[in-house]
């Protein structure tokens, strides 16, 4: 854990002054070098007018649907940097994974992803008749995204899904916990500056503590069980313990896993023995909550 958290401090301090265009191209290309685990089947598909991918495990009757929002603070990330871990979470979790492309800042600004994971979404949920049922879940930004896609979903009054799963979520955009301080120094990713512009990037003209743009703040009853991971390393750490205290709060069935030592989303890092502890655990929850 500790030599994989030095390569990322050294990456983060390398890309610190690239454009976004620079940190995107960087992000495909570190994450394309990784090898695909064998026994997936991967399609692309246009859902409700958003590019999106589907990772099927080959040998495994697959009903249930993992519906996946990347994470890159809303600015980075796409479908190719995040394929290595959307097929792991295929294969461990037994589920197809529906990886959605949607649009980022500061080109399309809150609410324009938002909207594109809302459809993506609410057409999933019309198809589950045929389906061991849906679940939403998503790394960093992703994490937020996918809070944000319940909370949209519940004001519609359409079905929720089964089940969320949030892995290092970022959930308040006003940098307002207690570990945007006291991780600052162990984080070996993020950056409180950088993390801040991408906030800044992504609510455009809305203001930060809106609460679906820090979905943290808004109010969580009647939401779907959720299971959160994060690294007790991370400047987001708090992003998940006060989510973890507030949905307990108001009656949701809230699972909330600290690994110690661990960096922000090391669940992507392949072979990682926390890694392969998380995605077994989340493989757990999924199980619980489907047909």
């Not at 589920?95 to 080109?107: D, I, K, N, Q, T």
């Not at 808004?218 to 992003?239: F, K, R, T, Y």
Request: charged share 20%.
């Amino acid at each position: 854990m500790e030599a994989v958290a030095e390569a990322i401090r050294a990456n983060r301090d390398s890309v610190g002054e690239q454009s976004v265009e620079q940190q995107r191209e960087a992000m495909e290309q570190q994450q394309l070098a990784l090898p695909m685990p064998e026994g997936v089947e991967v399609a692309d598909e246009t859902i409700a007018q958003v590019p999106c991918r589907w990772f099927s495990p080959s040998n495994q009757d697959a009903s249930a649907t993992l519906v996946y929002f990347h994470g890159g603070g809303y600015v980075i990330g796409s479908l190719d940097s995040h394929s290595e871990l959307c097929a792991r979470l295929a294969i461990t979790c037994g589920v197809r994974v529906l990886s959605v492309g949607y649009r980022l800042a500061p080109e399309h600004p809150y609410p324009a992803g938002l909207d594109d994971c809302v459809a993506v979404t609410r057409e999933m949920v019309n198809r589950e008749a045929s389906s061991g049922g849906i679940f939403v879940g998503g790394d960093s930004a992703g994490g937020g995204m996918a809070l944000a896609v319940m909370l949209r979903l519940r004001a519609d009054a359409v079905p929720l899904p089964r089940a969320a799963i949030l892995l290092s979520p970022w959930t308040d955009l006003t940098s307002s916990g207690e570990s945007y301080h006291s991780r600052a120094q162990q984080d070996p990713m993020i950056e409180s500056s950088r993390i801040q512009s991408m906030a800044t990037l992504y609510a455009g003209a809305t203001a930060l503590d809106d609460a679906l743009v820090s979905p943290l703040l808004a109010s969580h009853e009647g939401l779907p069980p959720m299971l959160i991971q994060v690294g007790d390393n991370e400047v987001l750490l708090s992003d998940s313990t006060d989510l973890a205290k507030k949905a307990k709060d108001c009656g949701v069935e809230t699972t909330l896993e600290i690994y110690a030592g661990a960096f922000h989303v090391f669940q992507a890092v392949p072979g990682l023995p926390e890694s392969v502890a998380a995605l077994s655990s989340v493989a757990a929850f999924v199980a619980r909550h489907r047909d």
